[in-house]
């Protein structure tokens, strides 16, 4: 079987992420919140944005790439819609790889439940608006 990729719709989810995390983490909805339990100093983030930016969108290509890829396979597997099986793959991926290993990393760095918490619905929230993108761009 040969895998198909849609890459307009990789790209789109990936610009997806970036926008969650911009929304999730202004000042005014959860950026105070994260920066006090994190300890970030907000006005000391701007050392090197270019960086900063252009790892997180590497990153989201992946995460895109691959969750279209295990996706598409779901969906050949089970023949829902693929919007379906997108949104249920993400969330299975988030809760047994990224909400399980993030746990795990902050019990050992002793960080605030709530941060965990915080850190993890965000990671949620950004599979599923990348899963959503990817089940609806044909």
């Known amino acids: 079987m040969e895998v ?46 270019a960086k900063a930016y252009g790892l997180t969108l ?33 969330i299975w991926l988030w809760l047994g790889l990224t909400a399980a290993r993030l746990l795990v990393h902050d019990l050992f760095e002793n960080r605030p439940t709530k941060l965990t918490a915080l850190n993890a619905a965000h990671e949620l929230a950004t599979l599923v608006v990348m899963a959503i993108v990817l089940g609806l761009v044909k």
């Open 4 to 49: 198909t990729v849609n890459l307009v719709a990789v790209l789109l989810a990936a610009i997806s992420s970036m926008i969650v995390g911009s929304i999730w983490y202004m000042p005014q909805v959860f950026g105070k919140s994260w920066a006090k339990l994190s300890k970030v100093n907000l006005k000391d983030m701007g050392a090197n944005p």
């Open 58 to 90: 590497v990153a989201s290509l992946m995460t895109a790439y691959v969750l279209a890829h295990i996706s598409f396979l779901a969906n050949q597997f089970f023949k829902h819609s693929l919007l379906q099986d997108t949104i249920v793959t993400a």
